[in-house]
């Protein structure tokens, strides 16, 4: 069904950007929210974590490497079962995309483009996917990799200019709270960015492997992991926790304290562009994740004449899914970890047991 195909090293830049994505700027004030200023020991505790999630997602791949998630559950689960849990994860995969949408547009009406009207931004983003989407999966993956220096780049630069404002002393004191509330943020620092990362079992069949195909994978998962802890951390020692949880987009929040000789500052618009980048991608492999499992799911031969009404139903559902930015972080985000580790830790682990089962039945 799909005939294009993608290197190792655009899979592992693509990881990276999957992995930082929506998570750039609101990472920080979810991990503060809970740990408060502990929140830098939870966010290097879960990229730990996050490795041994993806590294599961990769076994559950190596059960049938040719196929994608909706047939891999197809082949294990049968035909009466596997249809349920294929719609549950084709819900999954185009929810996540029309919330994704809906932070962009969010962002950038109330940030940047303030006179925009919303509709009009997420209109622009759905056409910008369903525009990514006749031009390929390569083509993507190839653009991905020209707009990695760009991404490195910005991120050094927003980081070096922000040391001279650290201040160890907002982190203190340290586990005041005790170890629970640490926990609770690395729970969470797993789901959010590692989590989401069961997108890729619907691409890594499109993949050309190689020997170092799983470490690939994993190196980017901690780039991006360490990328992200980075954030978090930096928003700690320069805004504080109080403000780290208080602001809806810290890492944005950073940008404005940048000020070296008073010549080198207001970077807001760099962070921006980052951001936007990184969840374009993102956003673009979760709507690919829908389309293709569609067609695979009622065993249709080819996903492209779906392109089009699945980027008119995200744009629909980017609009109905939260009716403003505080619904969404007060009602979604809370709730949103139980999904996420459900379909990336808890079905592919009952997928895998199955397998050894019939594998098991099979020799005997």
């Known amino acids: 069904m799909e005939k294009g195909r993608i290197s190792v090293v655009q899979v592992t830049i693509l990881v990276?950007?999957?992995?930082?994505?929506?998570?750039?700027?609101?990472i920080p004030s979810i991990f503060t929210h809970i740990a408060k200023q502990d929140a830098w020991i939870s966010t290097l505790l879960s990229v730990p974590a996050g490795m041994a999630l993806v590294w599961l997602l990769l076994r559950v791949h190596e059960l049938y490497p040719s196929l994608t998630l909706i047939e891999t559950i197809r082949k294990i689960l049968?035909?009466?079962?596997?249809?349920?849990?294929?719609?549950?994860?084709?819900?999954?995969?185009?929810?996540?995309?029309?919330?994704?949408?809906?932070?962009?547009g969010d962002f950038y009406s109330t940030q940047t483009y303030v006179l925009t009207p919303l509709r009009i931004i997420l209109l622009l983003a759905a056409i910008m996917l369903v525009y990514a989407f006749f031009t390929g999966i390569e083509a993507l993956a190839r653009a991905s990799e020209i707009c990695l220096p760009f991404?490195?780049?910005v991120t050094i630069t927003v980081v070096?200019?922000?040391?001279?404002?650290?201040?160890?002393?907002?982190?203190?004191?340290?586990?005041?709270?005790?170890?629970?509330?640490?926990?609770?943020?690395?729970?969470?620092?797993?789901?959010?960015?590692?989590?989401?990362l069961v997108v890729f079992l619907m691409l890594f069949p499109y993949v050309k492997h190689s020997a170092h195909f799983k470490k690939s994978v994993l190196t980017g998962t901690l780039i991006g992991g360490v990328l992200l802890s980075l954030f978090v951390i930096i928003a700690l020692l320069v805004l504080g926790p109080f403000l780290t949880e208080s602001s809806v987009y810290p890492s944005y929040l950073?940008?404005?304290?940048?000020?070296?000789?008073?010549?080198f500052q207001r970077m807001e618009a760099f962070i921006a562009a980052i951001w936007g980048l990184s969840l374009f991608f993102k956003s673009f492999l979760f709507l690919y994740a829908?389309?293709?499992?569609?067609?695979?799911?009622?065993?249709?031969?080819?996903?492209?004449?779906f392109i089009l009404p699945a980027g008119m139903l995200v744009y629909g559902l980017s609009i109905m899914v939260a009716p403003n930015i505080i619904y969404y972080f007060d009602t979604l985000v809370?709730?949103?970890v139980d999904w996420d580790l459900t379909?990336?830790?808890?079905?592919?682990?009952?997928?895998?047991?199955i397998y050894a089962i019939k594998q098991k039945r099979k020799q005997s």
């Open 16 to 26: 990276i950007f999957c992995t930082m994505g929506d998570m750039i700027l609101i």
């Open 78 to 104: 049968g035909k009466w079962l596997a249809p349920v849990v294929s719609i549950w994860y084709l819900f999954y995969f185009l929810m996540s995309d029309a919330i994704y949408i809906r932070e962009l």
């Open 151 to 153: 991404f490195v780049i």
């Open 160 to 196: 070096a200019c922000l040391i001279p404002e650290i201040d160890f002393s907002k982190v203190k004191p340290i586990m005041e709270d005790g170890v629970l509330p640490v926990l609770h943020g690395t729970l969470l620092g797993v789901s959010y960015p590692f989590g989401e």
């Open 254 to 263: 950073l940008t404005s304290k940048i000020n070296v000789f008073n010549f």
């Open 290 to 305: 829908f389309t293709l499992g569609t067609a695979q799911t009622f065993r249709l031969k080819d996903y492209r004449p």
């Open 334 to 336: 809370p709730f949103w």
């Open 343 to 353: 379909n990336s830790v808890i079905i592919p682990l009952c997928l895998w047991g």
